[in-house]
């Protein structure tokens, strides 16, 4: 099957000829040049087949532009970080307005999407990185951003709305260069950092304007990061696929596939086996994680973005288990003794 039609078949339930893989990582070295970016990109998808593309651009890009100051460390292993957040007073939300996400670094990645359109094969497709509303505040002033939104609602309900309204026409530009979806991405939404609650006032319903502004699109994946997660409170978010920290946080894969008829997006420990283990490890994994969903709905792939420096042996193992995983009858014959990995 070609890429994009294998992946477009697993998020419809519909039979492929084997489970599609991908991985996704940073590339510190190129996150100022999305040109570079693109390449490098395109140049690991081609290296080891993987079946799309979901674009990683630096975590802060979402905040530059709005005055966060970014420590850059220009090497391949360090990613970049908050040198100093915009918003140290209170009175600093009040500067956070709509922004033209075509231009400065959010346009320095809708200029990525178009490069990667142009760079990659025609069967490959590829989603672009895009964070929740309140994950941006959070990003814009770290976790007093708590303390803000329970003292001052509504104040921060208008800073959500100029967020949101950036984060669309963001969205809008992306799918306009081509992308099949959104890697949608809420860092907000875990028990030890809001109440359910409150999470309900100021996350869900402004992920759902980002999500509706999506909708055209047909490959939409909702990323829950972080630990102690609200995965039931967001299980009937429009979205084709689910991905979370699956192998070490709740749910248990099983338990998730009897709660949804989602994708899901998993099976691999991005700071496990796959950036610190062995390709025996690394096939264990993958073939545990194939077993656990008996195939159905499933695309391999990390819970977060893995390691910078992530191993090349294990990569391949991963990609070499879902080949042989594609005849159905054979799994109780793939083995550690027989694989030929």
């Avoid at 028990?191 to 980002?210: A, I």
């Amino acid at each position: 099957m070609r890429k994009v039609d294998r992946v477009k078949a697993v998020l419809t339930k519909r039979v492929v000829d084997r489970p599609p893989i991908s991985l996704w990582k940073p590339y510190p070295e190129f996150d100022r040049d999305p040109i570079f970016l693109a390449q490098a990109h395109v140049e690991f998808q081609e290296k080891f087949d993987l079946d799309f593309i979901k674009l990683t651009p630096f975590d802060l890009y979402c905040v530059e532009d709005w005055g966060v100051k970014v420590k850059y460390f220009h090497s391949q292993t360090e990613v970049p970080i908050v040198e100093q957040y915009v918003i140290r007073k209170f009175e600093d939300w009040r500067g956070i307005k709509v922004l033209d996400p075509t231009k400065g670094t959010f346009g320095k990645q809708v200029l990525l999407a178009r490069s990667v359109k142009s760079l990659a094969k025609d069967d490959v497709p590829f989603v672009q990185t895009v964070y929740s509303p309140l994950t941006v505040a959070r990003k814009l002033a770290g976790d007093r951003l708590i303390q803000d939104l329970r003292e001052y609602p509504a104040i921060i309900h208008k800073v959500l709305e100029n967020i949101t309204e950036t984060t669309i026409e963001f969205v809008k530009a992306n799918l306009a260069e081509g992308a099949a979806g959104i890697f949608f991405a809420t860092a907000c939404a875990n028990f030890d950092f809001l109440k359910v609650e409150e999470y309900r006032e100021f996350g869900r319903q402004y992920d759902l304007k980002v999500l509706e502004a999506a909708k055209a699109a047909w490959f939409n994946t909702l990323h829950i990061h972080g630990r102690n997660i609200m995965f039931d409170e967001l299980l009937d978010y429009p979205v084709h696929a689910l991905n979370w920290h699956d192998c070490h946080e709740y749910p248990p894969v099983r338990r998730a596939r009897a709660m949804t008829d989602l994708c899901i997006i998993g099976g691999l420990d991005e700071e496990g086996p796959i950036a610190n283990g062995t390709p025996i490890e690394v096939i264990e994994e993958v073939t545990d994680f194939l077993q656990e969903t008996n195939l159905q709905g499933v695309i391999v792939g990390p819970g977060c973005s893995t390691t910078p420096a992530v191993l090349p042996n294990n990569i391949t193992a991963a990609r070499l288990v879902v080949e042989r995983y594609a005849d159905k009858e054979n799994w109780k014959y793939l083995s550690l003794d027989s694989s030929g990995l």
